[in-house]
């Protein structure tokens, strides 16, 4: 059998393998353990390999493609409209083989051991952080029941814990300080761990060009930047930067019909995460717009006096996305438009 287009469809133990030859025809079917993966398609002839871009298959994609294939990434919510009736592994796979073959069809560009574990990183630091602020709040609100109110702010409960510690201002019963003194040994865990993640993630920074460039743009720090260029490997799979704020959920999700077109809330579709870092530095320029003697502070101000803050911060990050998207594809930094 002569193999054309491979369409895989990726699991924990078995594998659905869905192939067609040159003219269309159903050639292959069939179902594959983990381990054996590899073994089948090294004795294939080269071919065009199409997977869902989920969990594992940046690491399929790697191993698959050192194997002398043409393997392309797909995003799930592209391949659900090819397939047929019925959900299954099988009509997955079928549905991944004809929607790799589409000429129009957008790919997710095959990121890197490096880039993967840059993006562990920010993963598990951003798990600890919330993991840190569901300890604080616990922290405050079992104090609370004792009468023990902490202002506002991590400093004032970790100042608050400190004095538990002495059990001699706040007179607590010593049954409820073992669990406090327990979730104050979490946080100081969470807090050395979060500086380590971000060590680290400075040392990888400091010997990126990508991430440095990037942090030059205004609001945007490293842990943004690092982010910005662990997840997008290739910026030309975007035609322009629209494209690339799209793919952040940072335009307007359109319900226009007939010529009338209809604009509502931005779609929050894409990389949530992305999103967020992008927003929150966002925040931080809208509140320096005032001190800022460029053209883009004269635009920040200018919309700071007909729209609301949140609506602005939201546009600044849509700029901020289409500049980093700019700066990643001509491989320069950031230059400011002094006033005229």
Not at 169 to 182: C, D, F, I, M, Y
Request: overall charge positive; hydrophobic content about 45%; glycine content about 6%.
């Amino acid at each position: 059998m002569e193999i054309k287009t491979l369409g895989i469809d990726l699991a924990k133990s078995v594998f659905q393998l869905h192939g067609v030859d040159a003219d269309g025809a159903v050639v292959l079917q069939k179902k594959l353990r983990r381990g054996a993966v590899l073994d089948f398609l090294g004795k294939l002839e080269p071919c065009l390999i199409g997977m869902e871009a989920c969990a594992t298959s940046h690491h399929w994609a790697r191993e698959i493609a050192a194997l002398g294939h043409d393997v392309r990434l797909i995003s799930p919510s592209y391949v659900k409209p090819y397939v047929k009736r019925q959900k299954n592994d099988a009509a997955d796979a079928e549905a991944i083989c004809e929607a790799v073959t589409r000429p129009n069809m957008r790919f997710v560009p095959v990121k890197t051991d490096a880039q993967q574990s840059v993006l562990v990183l920010h993963r598990s630091r951003d798990l600890m952080m919330r993991q840190r602020m569901m300890t604080l709040n616990a922290l405050r609100a079992h104090l609370a029941e004792f009468g023990i109110i902490a202002a506002q702010g991590p400093r004032k409960v970790v100042e608050l814990v400190a004095e538990l510690r002495d059990n001699e201002t706040h007179k607590v019963p010593e049954v409820a300080r073992v669990g406090l003194l327990a979730l104050a040994a979490q946080l100081d865990s969470l807090a050395t761990a979060i500086r380590n993640i971000e060590r680290q993630l400075l040392a990888w920074h400091r010997h990126n060009p990508a991430s440095q460039r990037l942090e030059t743009i205004p609001g945007v720090g490293i842990i943004t930047a690092t982010a910005l260029a662990a997840s997008v490997p290739d910026p030309s799979v975007f035609k322009s930067g629209r494209q690339f704020a799209a793919f952040l959920g940072l335009v307007p999700r359109q319900n226009s019909s007939g010529g009338k077109y209809r604009l509502g809330h931005i779609s929050k579709m894409g990389n949530g995460y992305l999103r967020r870092l992008l927003v929150v530095g966002a925040t931080s320029v809208t509140r320096r717009a005032e001190t800022t003697d460029t053209q883009t502070g004269a635009w920040v101000r200018s919309l700071l006096g007909r729209k609301p803050t949140r609506l602005v911060t939201v546009a600044i990050a849509n700029k901020t996305a289409r500049t980093a998207w700019a700066m990643l594809t001509r491989q320069e930094s950031y230059r400011a438009s002094a006033m005229a």
